[in-house]
């Protein structure tokens, strides 16, 4: 244990000076945060922000856990009002609610799609690397605005890859993350914008920490990809969740680029091998043998 970092009472006395004491007769934790009142989110958040990424557990483990309680504690009412404020305020944002078109490619559809287009790089990404569109609310059905845009975006998280250049990897999903954070931010008011980056906002978080505390080299990555994520994202004209991609099927990528503001493009192969850096399952882990 290391004595020599030792916080003083001085210390303590400047940040906790304007603590006070609330009295309560509850026999169980009560708090004014419906996060910290949720027992299964305290564990989970404590768990995943402080454990390693072992052999045993990967990085990706209980996102849908964690993800279900933040929705489970949205007040609805409120987010679908919301909604349709910024369906008043943005045409865009209407058109692709009212359109409600899905971008649930099957093989087939874009088997046929000229090289360089979206249509290819979906192809390549079923047929060649084994991906998979369909990851998360796959058992959601499109009834109205909200259930729409969950499962939309869930379907186009590997779209955006594949036409941001930020790869499926540990620097990629950093850098995608930090751009869609923006880029929703400067678009919708703070009140929405700040719903629909929630669930990025903990996986951020998450990482950050766990980079921080046991992959020294995966955190160079993590500032470099938070860097090149911001620059990207703020450049975008409008998020890239709204794109209209069934329409962009047979564009060749770097125009859906131009048209996007997706700029600047990080050179292929950046960030490739970054997953062996933090995943200690990778069978090229860096940390192995440093104890």
Same mark, same amino acid.
């Given at each position: 244990?290391?004595?020599?970092?030792?916080?003083?009472?001085?210390?303590?006395? #400047?940040?906790?000076?304007?603590?006070?004491?609330?009295?309560?007769?509850?026999?169980?934790?009560?708090?004014?945060?419906?996060?910290?009142?949720?027992?299964?989110?305290?564990?989970?958040?404590?768990?995943?922000?402080?454990?390693?990424?072992?052999?045993?557990?990967?990085?990706?483990?209980?996102?849908?856990?964690?993800?279900?309680?933040?929705?489970?504690?949205?007040?609805?009412?409120?987010?679908?009002?919301?909604?349709?404020?910024?369906?008043?305020?943005?045409?865009?944002?209407?058109?692709?609610?009212?359109?409600?078109?899905?971008?649930?490619?099957?093989?087939?559809?874009?088997?046929?799609?000229?090289?360089?287009?979206?249509?290819?790089?979906?192809?390549?990404?079923?047929?060649?690397?084994?991906?998979?569109?369909?990851?998360?609310?796959?058992?959601?059905?499109?009834?109205?605005?909200?259930?729409? #845009?969950?499962?939309?975006?869930?379907?186009?998280?590997?779209?955006?890859?594949?036409?941001?250049?930020?790869?499926?990897?540990?620097?990629?999903?950093?850098?995608?993350?930090?751009?869609?954070?923006?880029?929703?931010?400067? #678009?919708?008011?703070?009140?929405?914008?700040?719903?629909?980056?929630?669930?990025?906002?903990?996986?951020?978080?998450?990482?950050?920490?766990?980079?921080?505390?046991?992959?020294?080299?995966?955190?160079?990555?993590?500032?470099?990809?938070?860097?090149?994520?911001?620059?990207?994202?703020?450049?975008?004209?409008?998020?890239?969740?709204?794109?209209?991609?069934?329409?962009?099927?047979?564009?060749?990528?770097?125009?859906?680029?131009?048209?996007?503001?997706?700029?600047?493009?990080?050179?292929?192969?950046?960030?490739?091998?970054?997953?062996?850096?933090?995943?200690?399952?990778?069978?090229?882990?860096?940390?192995?043998?440093?104890?």
């Amino acid at each position: 244990m290391n004595t020599q970092a030792r916080v003083s009472d001085a210390d303590r006395a #400047y940040f906790n000076g304007g603590i006070v004491s609330i009295a309560t007769e509850s026999s169980l934790l009560v708090s004014n945060s419906p996060y910290l009142n949720h027992a299964g989110l305290r564990a989970l958040i404590a768990q995943e922000m402080l454990r390693r990424n072992g052999a045993d557990l990967p990085n990706t483990a209980f996102i849908p856990e964690v993800a279900q309680i933040l929705h489970e504690l949205e007040d609805m009412p409120v987010i679908l009002r919301l909604f349709e404020e910024e369906k008043a305020r943005l045409p865009r944002f209407r058109e692709w609610l009212d359109r409600r078109q899905l971008s649930d490619f099957s093989l087939d559809e874009v088997k046929a799609c000229a090289p360089g287009t979206l249509g290819e790089a979906l192809r390549q990404w079923m047929e060649e690397t084994g991906y998979r569109l369909d990851l998360f609310f796959q058992e959601v059905q499109v009834t109205n605005d909200f259930t729409y #845009y969950l499962r939309q975006t869930s379907l186009t998280h590997d779209i955006e890859h594949m036409v941001t250049g930020f790869g499926p990897n540990h620097g990629g999903e950093v850098a995608m993350v930090t751009a869609n954070m923006h880029a929703r931010a400067r #678009y919708f008011r703070p009140e929405l914008a700040n719903f629909f980056n929630r669930v990025f906002a903990y996986l951020k978080a998450k990482t950050i920490l766990k980079d921080a505390l046991y992959y020294p080299e995966a955190m160079a990555v993590n500032l470099e990809a938070e860097f090149k994520g911001a620059e990207q994202g703020r450049n975008w004209h409008y998020p890239i969740m709204l794109a209209p991609w069934r329409d962009m099927v047979d564009w060749q990528v770097a125009d859906i680029r131009e048209e996007l503001g997706i700029t600047p493009v990080i050179p292929d192969g950046t960030w490739a091998d970054t997953n062996r850096l933090c995943h200690e399952g990778h069978g090229d882990y860096v940390g192995k043998g440093r104890g």
